[in-house]
Structures are given as structure tokens and as C-alpha cells.
């Protein structure tokens, strides 16, 4: 099971910190992938990052801006967001595969519920 939290109302500009818990079994051996999905769009991929941390991806559209990171100890992935848009307003989904999968979402196992992220302008 995974949940995702952290999401709010943040200014343009400012910074927010998504985490995602898994429970239930043990992830530190998963990939583990944040996506996003804004009204009236389709799902997309923000970042992923591998098992062993040594393969962390992020989307063209967040590079320089969002960063992801792990900390297998806690079964937690993280989602450093700075410099937010308006255009990131989103609800944020956390996701896990043991196949090695990074942007592909038909790849993900485990899916969270989502927190709703959105950026005033």
C-alpha cells in the first residue's frame, strides 16, 4: 500500500515536499515513480528512482526544478518541488514497480491515492 502526502496550496515560486509510505512489504527493492495528472489531462511522468538510487529520472518539463530521492530505511520516496508553476497544479501520484520501469506507467505494480498539489499564480 502506498500513500502519498504533502500536497497543498502554494504560491508561484514557492516549494512543497511530496513523500510517499509504503506499507504492507517491502519496497527498498522497487523502483519507485511519481506521476501527475492535471484536469482534464492525461497522466503523466514527473520522476522515478531506482532500487539502489543510482538511476533517478525526472521529466523534461521539472528538471532543475524537482528532484526525487529515497530513503529505503523509512520505505519512503520523496518529491522536492521548487520554483512551482501554476502550470504544476496537479493531483500527485506515487507508484511502485520490481521491474526496473522508470516513465513508463503501464510498468507500475502499485499505485497511491494521490495528493492534490496546486500552484496560485
Known amino acids: 500500500q502506498l500513500q502519498a502526502y504533502g500536497g497543498g496550496l502554494v504560491q508561484a515560486g514557492g516549494s512543497l515536499r511530496l513523500s510517499c509510505q509504503a506499507s504492507?512489504?517491502?519496497?527498498?527493492?522497487?523502483?519507485m515513480g511519481w506521476f501527475r495528472q492535471a484536469p482534464g489531462k492525461e497522466r503523466e511522468f514527473v520522476a522515478a528512482i531506482s532500487w539502489n538510487v543510482i538511476i533517478p529520472r525526472v521529466a523534461d518539463s521539472v528538471k532543475g526544478r524537482f528532484a526525487i530521492s529515497r530513503d529505503n530505511a523509512k520505505n519512503t520516496v520523496y518529491l522536492q518541488m521548487n520554483s512551482l508553476k501554476p502550470e504544476d497544479t496537479a493531483v500527485y501520484y506515487c507508484?511502485?514497480?520490481?521491474?526496473?520501469?522508470?516513465?513508463?506507467?503501464?510498468?507500475?505494480?502499485?499505485w497511491g491515492q494521490g495528493t492534490l498539489v496546486t500552484v496560485s499564480s
Open positions: 507508484a511502485a514497480n520490481k521491474w526496473g520501469t522508470l516513465s513508463s506507467m503501464s510498468g507500475y505494480d502499485y
Open positions: 504492507g512489504g517491502t519496497f527498498s527493492s522497487y523502483t
